[in-house]
């Protein structure tokens, strides 16, 4: 067994028990879990934490996930692959130029969510 967490997640969701949830499935997994409520926090904590990969949700209040993938392109690299967890289905299309590799719409599986999420920090190793 490993003596530290397996990769870095951030996940931005402005709904507590989902940021709950997920921290604690993703944290049984082996993954150290930060978390952010909007997509202005997300960009705060991603810069000082350089995530593996971000978990995003789209509809937030202040800054939303569409605004948080133009602001965070805009950021110094590397970057994490982020993954779309979200209810919203229109326009998300537009997303890989932004950066997103993976949508999955909400409800999600946890554990269709962990091999995506496998995937895609094996990719960027």
Known sequence: MSDGPIGRILVVDDEEDVRMLLRAALGD????VVTAADGEEAIEVARRRRPDLILLDLMMPRVSGWTFTERYAREPGPHAPIIVLSAVS???VRLP???VERIIPKPFSVDLLLRHIERAIARRS
Do not use: N, P, S, T
């Open 97 to 99: 130029e932004r950066g």
């Open 29 to 32: 997994a082996g993954y150290e």
């Open 90 to 92: 229109g326009q998300v």
